[in-house]
């Protein structure tokens, strides 16, 4: 969340007095703010009175080319960046975003969001939300396919399908926020953190832009509706869109976390029978060094062929297994295969481990099956692509 620049983070620190005094007088504010959105009617001078709230607790909402929101749309797509962009386009417009996740209740309605009473599948959300927009009284649907918010920097998380089987015309809202000092959005971070930090800081200014709606072609599916819609605001936005979901990012996280808990306790503050079989030759070496043996001996067991001193050298300078697996399939790390006598003195994998590592390999130097990419790709659709086939290939290895 902080930043890395060195002027950047001595601005923070000496900034940081005047933002602690900013957040307690937000507080306040804020109260008052939640206290006037409630007890106004929705109308277009009750979002004008709430937006120029705002602005006094520093969020500031710019809007492009608003001639072209279309009045008979009844869905808006858009891209998910914070806890708070249903809020902010509804200081705009007047529209309802559903609560797909947490549990209903005072907090869920305090947040803004509509409550259908669905706590069923997918395909019951989607009729509830049908029978939502066939009363056109009723203001329309924001919807994030997303599902997951990213810091809007890099790329589009693949949408998915469902916000666009309700009607067959949406909108798309292109919506980019910026704020000093500190990072936008920070993955894994609590609605209640991120709202503390939009106080603390000097601002924050969430710019939306409109664009022309979008008609479902004839006879278009909803995975080929929304992943059209998804190209269009990703150029819009000047980011990549990719086919990376928000079970993903879920995934994703849980590694980090996994990795950043890993425990690395001294030999003798575990049992005997979990105490690893570690080299006579590893007696009096630093734990460092301790720690390095034991990830490239797990390296080893998934790439048999590569050796040891080359695991060792890129396990110093990346410190994760993943990491250095990825750096010896993709060719990053040049080296030569050694024989499997070279190997003896190494445990013998499992069964399943070997038949991994041989997959592996066979994804890579199969001629049968499509050869994945030789060098790391610059740009993130080409490394995508380059990971799709090296599935693909695992897969054709292990059907054979």
């Known amino acids: 969340r902080f930043p890395t620049d060195g002027f950047l983070l001595l601005a923070l620190l000496l900034y940081a007095p005047v933002g602690l005094c900013l957040l307690i007088l937000r507080l306040f504010i804020g109260v008052h703010v939640f206290l006037v959105s409630c007890a106004l009617p929705d109308s277009v001078l009750r979002r004008f009175i709430v937006r120029v709230m705002c602005s006094v607790l520093g969020l500031f909402v710019r809007q492009s080319d608003p001639r072209l929101r279309d009045v008979n749309v009844r869905v808006y797509i858009a891209n998910h960046i914070t806890q708070f962009d249903h809020n902010v386009i509804n200081l705009l417009t007047s529209c309802n975003t559903p609560a797909l996740n947490g549990a209903p209740g005072f907090i869920c ?46 790329g589009l998380l693949r949408f998915s399908s469902w916000p666009f089987s309700i009607l067959d015309v949406v909108q798309p809202v292109a919506l980019q926020v910026q704020r000093p000092l500190i990072t936008v959005s920070v993955a894994d971070s609590s609605w209640i953190t991120e709202l503390l930090w939009t106080f603390f800081v000097p601002f924050t200014v969430y710019q939306v832009r409109w664009m022309p709606s979008v008609p479902r072609r004839a006879e278009e599916l909803s995975e080929d509706f929304a992943l059209r819609v998804q190209e269009l605001l990703a150029m819009e936005l000047g980011v990549v869109s990719t086919r990376l979901t928000a079970a993903d990012k879920s995934e994703h996280m849980k590694r980090l976390r996994h990795t950043s808990l890993l425990p690395f306790a001294p030999a003798s503050s575990q049992p005997l029978a979990a105490r690893p079989r570690m080299p006579s ?88 099956s499509k050869p994945a990419t030789k060098q790391f790709a610059k740009s993130p659709v080409e490394r995508h692509l380059s990971l799709q086939e090296r599935k693909r290939a695992l897969y054709d290895y292990a059907r054979r």
């Not at 259908?116 to 396919?145: M, W």
């Not at 067991?301 to 396990?315: A, G, K, Q, S, W």
């Not at 024989?339 to 399943?352: F, H, I, R, V, Y």
């Open 109 to 154: 309605w305090s947040r803004g969001f509509m409550e259908l009473g669905v706590t069923g599948s997918r395909a019951e959300l989607v009729d509830s939300l049908k029978v939502y927009s066939s009363h056109r009284g009723n203001p329309p649907l924001l919807l994030f396919p997303e599902e997951a918010a990213t810091n809007g920097r890099a």
């Open 281 to 368: 030759s590893l007696t009096g070496v630093a734990p460092e060094d301790v720690r390095i043996t034991a990830m490239a001996q797990r390296v080893k067991e998934v790439l048999p062929h590569v050796p040891l001193e080359v695991i060792r050298v890129d396990l110093a300078q990346t410190n994760c297994v993943d990491t250095t697996i990825a750096n010896l399939l993709e060719g990053r790390v040049p080296f030569s295969p050694e024989s499997k006598e070279a190997g003896t003195d190494l445990p013998a994998p499992s069964t399943s481990q070997a038949a991994a590592a041989s997959g592996i390999q066979g994804s890579v130097a199969v001629p049968s």
